[in-house]
């Protein structure tokens, strides 16, 4: 029998973060987002301390993988390049009470929770590490004729907001 290409677990696309302290990170990852470690490596450094060469955890139905830093090899968190350089959506039922369990975490707030005109409920956090995860609901299916006046309302809001500031 042949071997799956994508292994058992996984999708097609991954994703693979690199943080200041992934040993930190899981255990914020478990308390924000319910994570589950699946597996971790330890490496030793040629500093002598060990550091997480490669875990993996499991939020929902999704595997992330993750490590420390390795500065050496061009590896660095947001943290280290100034900012995010990619975000993340966690779907579930309840956005409300994920926000609030990521900020009881230590995340930072970066939008509140709030509806959406495409018919998500969402708030948007940063982890200690960097890291957006926007949090959501799904409420409202929308039809894309519907999508598309309700998105030239919000850019026409956007825009006034704008020039009022």
Known sequence: MAVNP???????VNAYLIVDDAAR????????????ELFRLEVPRPDGIERVGHAE???????LMLCDEWPDMGALGP???GGATSSFVIYGPDADAAF????QAGAKVVKQVAD?????????????FGHQWTLGT????????????????WAKAQNAQATVT
């Open 25 to 36: 990170a899981i255990d914020f990852y478990t308390a924000a987002f319910g994570a589950k």
């Open 100 to 103: 609030e369990r990521a900020v």
């Open 79 to 81: 943290n280290r390049r």
């Open 116 to 128: 959406q005109f495409w018919g998500d409920r969402m708030g948007t956090v940063a982890d200690p």
């Open 57 to 63: 955890i499991r939020i929902g139905d999704t595997n």
């Open 6 to 12: 994508v292994p058992e677990g996984y999708h097609t």
């Open 138 to 153: 799904h409420i409202e299916d929308v039809a894309p004729g519907d999508l598309t006046l309700r998105m030239k309302e």
